[in-house]
């Protein structure tokens, strides 16, 4: 099993980037998929979670209308398009796949910063 995120990096803030998670091992399109995010000094936090099917999203507060999760079953991939970003978004962003097992990846760096 592996989940395997990348398209972090440095932005400036107002910005954008678009982090992908690629998926094998598993039966992708049966996981609800989502991304966390941590800060240092701060605990792990949910940022955004999609259905299996792709049919149902939700966000954090603190994202919403900012970011946007979306899927590709065909590609066993989940996207994080997070859009006007802000230094406070500024976390290592992990990716999370879950039904009858939790699987994780190692993580990607986001840094929002002029």
């Known amino acids: 099993v592996q989940l395997v995120e990348s398209g972090g990096g440095l932005v400036q803030p107002g910005g954008s980037l678009r982090l992908s998670c690629a998926a094998s091992?598993?039966?992708?399109?049966?996981?609800?998929m989502t991304w966390y995010r941590q800060a240092p000094g701060k605990e792990r936090e949910l940022v955004a979670t999609i259905t299996s099917a792709g049919s149902s999203t939700n966000y954090a507060d603190s994202v919403k209308d900012r970011f946007t999760i979306s899927r590709d079953n065909a590609k066993n991939t989940v996207y994080l398009q997070m859009n006007s970003l802000k230094p406070e978004d500024t976390a290592v962003y992990y990716c999370n796949a879950h039904w009858y097992h939790s699987y994780w990846g190692q993580g990607t760096q986001v840094t929002v910063s002029s």
């Open positions: 091992g598993f039966t992708f399109s049966r996981y609800s």
